[in-house]
């Protein structure tokens, strides 16, 4: 069966729906990294794959049946998440009278929670007003060190069925044994997720150095910005491959990779060195500071003190060293984060441990977690508490399958980005607005927030109470509701938005993640209403996508102070209405901006945003403002040496048109072409003006000019009465308009001698040419 | 950014206030005194200011909502009356919410506290709320600091002397302090007296409500603007950068840039800008035409109706849809551009950009836009219907790349079976099976799953006995090709 595509600009489109299509499936072979050693299709099927490459739409049998799956996962019905897990089949058969029992109980918890949070946001608030992160927090270095002892080759014991979907197919075949993934690799891809969130929210200058520990240490990347991405560390990790079960236990450890964490640390990074360059006599400004987060399989508490023991000296060690170095700096705080990861259905060896202060220069916190799904949403907490994220569930937002374009189903997707998008609610704490989004998060109705809660979609009904508040406990909110709104906003609108925040998938690959996001990195925006309970509607938000980066937007939903404000045809020239107003247009669009490669070196050393204000001034030097004030700007003939004469540099070309330019209009003159509004005499002084302006730039330019003073008629007084004003002249031109026989005399002499410069101007210009 | 005058009405502001041993006014009448010439200077020089009147002892009452009517709220000054003690806790609580309700929490206000400095005695007085600060519930917290940016000014109808023979200078420090610092107190210099209290007021006005005027300069052509309300300073980094950035009062317009393209930038305030006329000789080149007829019948009129730039500048912003980029000081940048009411009334509205060299990712570095002139060919294409803008960044973020997240089985899951349906589809699917065989096979590399490579190779072979007879026999050598390399990629051996 073929699935007929759709496109997300068909018509129904317009209701605001979205379309699922299997974009993410249909990149071009190209786009397929082939860094370490990709697969080659063998000889034989070479031909076949090429002529088949039209049809690389997508089978879609199976798709339907996960889609199936996935809407079970995402229904605000079920009260369940993922039938795959054995504790969540036996809370599906609990009786429903039970269930409605736990429900209230629920309700209750959830009441107080409600009651503890606001008074954990008030705190919260309180505390984010007194640091807000700085350039050089710890969150500047991040360094993480994971454990490739033999240990971690053992088994988290999670066991991944990923034969599911065949049974149905084929009967008789025995599906494959479920897998497990190894410890080393649940701390890998845990990892790897958090280095994802955090490249996609802060894509600059929060920079991870990943340091693998066993026998020796192996550092994967640097400091350096173009190092700052997970393609980079998933290449190096590839290259370094599982722990070897077989490595003597004796010669591996974790303090290997520690040791060359605090030394990381000393290292100055990009930015550091460009403030320190910068700041020249207040380079002390620039402080360094960071974090290790270590991922290991610590033995025992004592252990766990003697890697912090271990970790204190060798910043003293090093800070000594960086004394006397220009490349290195001195560690000013260093916060440990030990995460010790033990295999499923075991008991911990080391207990948990909060923030301490080991020294003025090392704080350590210690958790201990299983492996598996555990460790991913510890890791996702921390995160978010590390960078100051928050999260925001998009709720409602109309998907249609692509099998059955007529109906659609509301979907949620989870956002992660900076919580200053919600700064303005979290600092209401407890006033109104808490009672609006926030009941809707917490809300009475548990199956409503199941899947909003439930970060990860795998904790049962059971413990996802559990779930909820140890997040809560380690500060970190669930997240904020905000509805999909359908009348579509257009991008020539211009949203007074108070913030942009990036922002990062919590689910990246999930089917409603990214039919949203392909929606958006298709250039739509859409905005986001604060659900309330009471009817008003309040758009708070807009997502956007600005070259394949994806934006939260925050708007502004207050009165505003500037309301009513002096309309400005009252103020100040308010009454003159014959502005030029389609030639300032005009104007605006030759100097519209454009960016310039930071490589392409101006021979004047001017940044280029000089060079655009240096042309601004060119193009102003003369510029009446309205229709009234000027003949040239109204004559056609008189564009191409008006465009021209205002450029830094004349070709030859260019000196050309403007001298024909100007013989053109000698020779309008001399047939008496009428003008638009004055007199040839009156535009001849303006277009003298105009060029005067320009004439010491370079030769040509003043060439130009002595083409207009040779060519254009001129009273024999004239110099005598430019000395009294360019105005006063055009008042007397006035009266000379009315005409009297005399001046029409001159003029005829005049056009005489004129006609004998032209002649002359013409063998120059034959000259020229030649 | 709005107002409230919080007055205090308790009986020691009617302490009279002796000169020359004659007693003739009380430290109330001064106060109304000075606040009167606030308002007064405010209707002429300020007037887009919203500003509101709250009167306290006890209790606290709001007199005047928000309000530009300037003779409202020194009507309701003449008509304050006296009341009992001084509290000013619950008349801070009272500011809060009436700021609030109006204005949400985003907004920054200005709170002019005009009192005489006897600040109440035992329960409710400021000692009193200063000192039990740390030990308070938290449905009874110090309405201090507000959830708004605030700038705090405290007027002292009393001088500095005065105050320091208590702890009231001590506790009006504390409470500028809880406010967020932003703020100042006043004092009176020397003898209280109709004089001395207009010099306080008149510091205040200098402090805060005198007019921001810049010249706008596009190139050659200015005008001479106004801008309200008044720009801040912004402090980049507490660290780095310490010193407080102040908008300079020469705005100059760099370019111009496309609504679409600038496309709803994140600002941190928003003014108007008015033209204002400055009495001086038009000089400029193209200005005026007017300036040597004789005496106008009005000034404003005058100034109406001679050309300015503003005003040519907003009709074609509005008529093109764009916005002008301007300079606001060393790597600060706003926009100019027109906002319309729903009154069909418009302005020429410039919001500020954090400072830094590139607020705005989509735009790039702001020094490093350039004329279009300059290009090899026109970014916009001759016709108008390309742009340079968004810039796009260096590296695709997740969401844009194919990534392999397995964090939930069911990634996994729909990764695996994915290839299971094009394997079933052979030779037909072979591009599509080999680009999302290779995908798994990266990630389970970088992961170190090689259980999951083994799985998947069985999966093949599997599938490899089980195609039909009439299965093209392409089918089955891809199959085998692929188990057999995705096995040795298990075994470390790729």
Known sequence: MKSTLLTPSLKNNESGWLLYSTCGQKRSPSELPGSYGELKIPHGGRDKAISNLSSDTISTSGLKSSVAKEKVALSPTSSCIIPSFESLKSSVSESISEEAAAKKEEEREEEEEDRVLKRDLITFYTLYRLAKMKMFSVAHKTVFVVDHCPYMAESSRQQVECDVLTKSRAQGVIPLAPVSKSLWTCAVECSMEYCRILFDVYPKDKLVNYIVSDSEFHILNTWRREDQSTHELMSALAAVGPPNPREDPECCSILHGLVAAVEALCKITELQHEKRTALMDTAERVANRGRIICLTNAKSDTHVRMLEDCIQETISEQNKLAAGSDRLMAIQQCDLVLVHIYPQGEETLVSDRPKKEISPLLTSEVYSVRAGRHLASKLNILVQQHFDLASTTITNIPMKEEQHANTSANYDVELLHHRDAHIEFFKSGGSSCITGPWAEVVGPNASECDPIIDIWGLYSAGDLHMAGTSTRENGVKETMTLKWCTPRTNSIELHYCTGAYRISPTDVNSRPSSCLTNFLLNGRSVLLEQPRKSGSKVISHMLSSHGGEIFLHVLNSNRSTLEDPPSISEGCGGRVTDYRITDFGEFMRDNRLTPVAESSHDPSGKLPVERAKAQLERYTRYWPMIISQTTIFNMQAVVPLANLIVKEVLTEEDLLTCQKTIYNLVDMERKNDPLPISTYRIMWNELETLVKTHAGATDRHQRVLDCIVACRSKPPEEEERKKRGRKREEREDRTEKNGSKEAEDKSWQESERRVRRFLSACAALTYLLL | ?494
């Open chain 2, 1 to 494: 950014m709005p107002t409230v005058v919080l007055m205090d009405a308790s009986l020691s502001m009617t302490r009279p206030v002796s000169l020359d041993g004659i007693e003739e006014f009380q430290r109330k009448n001064l106060a109304v005194h000075g606040l009167n010439m606030l308002f007064e200077h405010m209707a002429s020089n300020y007037r887009l200011e919203f500003t509101a009147l709250m009167a306290f002892s006890s209790l606290w009452e709001l007199l005047v909502p928000f309000t530009r009517d300037y003779n409202a709220l020194q009507e309701a000054l003449s008509n304050l009356e006296d009341y009992d003690k001084t509290c000013l806790e619950l008349a801070l609580q009272g500011v809060s919410s009436v700021v609030q309700q109006e204005w949400g929490n985003g907004c920054p206000c200005q709170v002019v506290l005009v009192t005489d400095g006897s600040l109440g005695i035992g329960k409710g007085s400021l000692r009193h709320s200063l000192q039990t600060l740390k030990h308070r519930g938290d449905d009874k917290k110090f309405p201090l600091p507000y959830p708004f940016p605030t700038k705090m000014f405290i007027l002292c109808i009393a001088n500095a002397e005065e105050l320091q023979m208590t702890d009231a200078m001590e506790n009006l420090e504390e409470l500028l302090r809880l406010s967020g610092g932003d703020g100042q107190i006043f004092t009176v210099d020397g003898p209280l007296c109709m004089k001395s209290v207009q010099a306080m007021f008149g510091m205040l006005i200098d402090r805060a409500y005198s007019p921001f005027h810049a010249v706008l300069h596009c190139g050659n052509l200015s005008s001479d603007v106004q801008v309200f309300p008044r720009p801040e300073s912004v402090v980049v980094d507490e660290e780095v950068e310490p010193i407080p950035r102040a908008v300079s009062t020469d705005l100059e317009i760099v370019g111009f840039i496309e609504i679409a393209d600038i496309s709803s930038p994140p600002v941190i305030s928003r003014h108007l800008v008015l033209p204002i006329a400055v009495n001086k000789e038009v000089d400029e080149v193209g200005t005026g035409t007017t300036d040597e007829l004789e005496e106008e019948p009005s000034a404003s009129q005058m100034a109406g109706k001679s050309p300015n730039f503003c005003v040519l500048l907003h009709g074609s912003l509005k008529v093109e849809g764009m916005v002008a980029l301007v300079q606001l000081g060393p790597e600060w940048f706003g926009m100019l551009y027109s906002q319309a009411d729903s009154k069909k009334k418009s302005n020429l509205m410039m919001s500020l950009f954090e400072p830094g060299s590139d607020p705005l990712p989509w735009l790039g570095k702001i020094s490093h836009l350039g004329p279009v002139s300059e290009a090899a060919e026109n970014p916009y294409g001759e016709d108008d219907s390309k742009s340079p803008f968004p810039v796009q960044p260096q590296v695709k973020r997740s969401y844009a790349q194919n990534v392999t997240v397995w964090i939930k089985a069911s990634g996994l899951q729909t990764d695996v079976q994915k290839i299971l349906r094009n394997a079933r589809k052979l030779p037909d699917k072979t591009q599509t099976f080999y680009k999302e065989l290779n995908r798994l096979r990266k990630a389970a590399l970088a992961f170190g799953f090689w259980e999951l490579l083994k799985g998947v190779a069985e999966l093949l072979e599997r599938e490899c006995t089980m195609l039909p007879d009439s299965a093209h026999p392409d089918a089955a050598f891809q199959l085998s090709h692929a188990a057999h390399q995705l096995k040795l990629a298990s075994s470390g051996d790729s």
